[in-house]
């Protein structure tokens, strides 16, 4: 079946504009989730959805970064100003709805790399 | 707060060879514990997980024991082919916060014929 997609798999911009990268989970699982990889600071969790809420927002870095959600399935992440150390791998990921403690696998996606020129 | 420390890589095996890749980690109360791989080009995924002290996470030949006296959860596999080269991440997810993974930083592993 189909797995975690994500687009684009390249985004190459230029200081100070804006970006949005797109997230499709896999169909059922509506819980989220945004991460990070970089070179200085490894894989960081961003943001978590569960439906088109976002109770986890802790680790978005700064307010220049915002994610949405809508109908409960795709999700975009949007870097406002780009600069320059916001050059990374972001990873989305998605699994069934946590429940009652119970944790489901998280699925990745294959990532978009984003460089800011 | 939590986190996750790995060895660093890159770590260099000849094919059959034993396998240890070390991790600790801190974390508050019960958190559970994954192994993830990234193989070349490919998206990272789930390769073992344990949930509970003691508990042993075991898939494709490799096994990690959850060890709260020492706060490990130590990668092994008895005989490594060149297939398993690949990145390595530890990780681990908070009990109070199960939307989470907090990542180790990753270690490279690279298996010679």
């Known amino acids: 079946g189909a797995g975690v997609s994500q687009s684009p798999s390249n985004k190459v911009t230029e200081k100070g504009k804006d970006v949005e990268l797109r997230c499709d989970p896999i169909?059922?699982?509506?819980?989220l989730y945004w991460y990070r990889q970089s070179l200085g600071q490894g894989l960081e969790f961003l943001i978590y959805?569960?439906?088109?809420?976002?109770?986890?927002k802790s680790g978005l870095p700064s307010d220049r970064f915002s994610a949405e959600r809508t109908g409960g399935s795709v999700s975009t992440l949007t870097i406002q100003r780009t600069q320059q150390e916001d050059s990374a791998v972001y990873l989305c990921?998605?699994?069934?709805?946590?429940?009652?403690?119970?944790?489901?696998?998280?699925?990745f996606g294959p990532g978009t790399r984003l460089t800011v020129l | 707060g939590n986190s996750v420390t790995q060895m660093e890589g890159p770590v260099t095996l000849s094919e059959e060879a034993f396998l240890t890749i070390n991790c600790t980690y801190t974390a508050t109360g019960y958190p559970s514990l994954f192994w993830y791989v990234q193989y070349p080009g490919e998206g990272l995924q789930l390769l073992l997980k344990a949930t509970k002290a003691d508990d042993k996470g075991s898939n494709k030949g490799f096994e990690a024991t959850y060890r709260k006296e020492t706060t490990s959860f130590h990668l092994e596999k008895g005989s490594v082919q060149v297939s398993d080269s690949a990145v390595y991440f530890c990780?681990?997810?908070?009990?109070?916060?199960?939307?989470?993974?907090?990542f180790g930083s990753g270690t490279r592993l690279s298996i010679r014929p």
């Open positions: 990921a998605s699994s069934y709805p946590l429940a009652g403690g119970q944790l489901h696998e998280q699925f």
């Open positions: 959805f569960q439906g088109n809420s976002a109770p986890d």
């Open positions: 169909s059922g699982h509506t819980a």
């Open positions: 990780a681990l997810t908070p009990y109070s916060s199960a939307s989470k993974i907090i």
